[in-house]
């Protein structure tokens, strides 16, 4: 297949796409900008000033916003709901695809479907009967009351993933292993875990991005500020903070730097685990 070059595309198709892309840059770095010089700003000048530059930045709304929100602990609840999901959801979404691709059974067509179904179900829909759940097992207001709702909200669409990846990889790669004496386990970790690496990186990307900006369960599951996330302990600033807007838009800077870090360190492997885990067929 020949490689589609700058050159069978006309000059003016070129500046439109160009133009196109510089118009989509531009509307999203826009508000980031905005959002950073306002943290700048005191109430007052943000009134006068909405958009320009401010005449004296002062950075105090930052010290200030944190101190108030205690970002401290929601840093450290959030790097641990994030982490401790989506390794648990990677781990279980291949082993369970590993299963559903590659060990065949009569039950096999059920099950996986039984998970997938979790696919159409929605946040809102769960949310009363998970927080009456959770009372009546003693888990609100717990770390596990947390993690295990993100795990289930997020083991449908990674099993779907991992299992349409394994498929590709050839039966016979099995087979081979299953008459040289390995049993599955070995064969998944040995084999079938490193081959499903770009499928595990795009339910890295996914989760990661999910369940650090996860909002609305995270804040009727519990209810102690020693629990709470960034999205919950930001929403502080939206009731008798409200007119302080230099130190709301701190705060909503603070919280957003974080996913900033992680897609410029990363940026490379989002490309090619979005590309190399997408769904074959």
Known sequence: ????????????????????????????????????????KTNTEFQINLLGWPQRPTFSNYPTAWRLAQFDTLFVNSIFFTATSTLVIIVFSLMAGFAFAKIRSKATSFLHGSFIIGILLTIQSIMVPLFLMSIMVGLYDTRLGVLIPYVGMGLPIGIYLCTEFIKSIPDSVVESARIDGASYFRIFGSIVAPMAKPVAVTLAILNVSGVWNEFMLVNILVSRDALRTLPVGILKFSGALASDHGRQFAALTIGLVPMVIFYLIFRQQITKGVSAGAVKG
Request: glycine share 0%.
């Open 1 to 40: 297949m020949n490689k589609i070059r700058k050159s069978d595309f006309h000059p003016a198709l070129r500046l439109f796409v160009y133009i196109m892309v510089a118009v989509f840059t531009i509307l999203t770095l826009y508000p980031l900008y905005w959002l950073s010089i306002s943290s700048l």
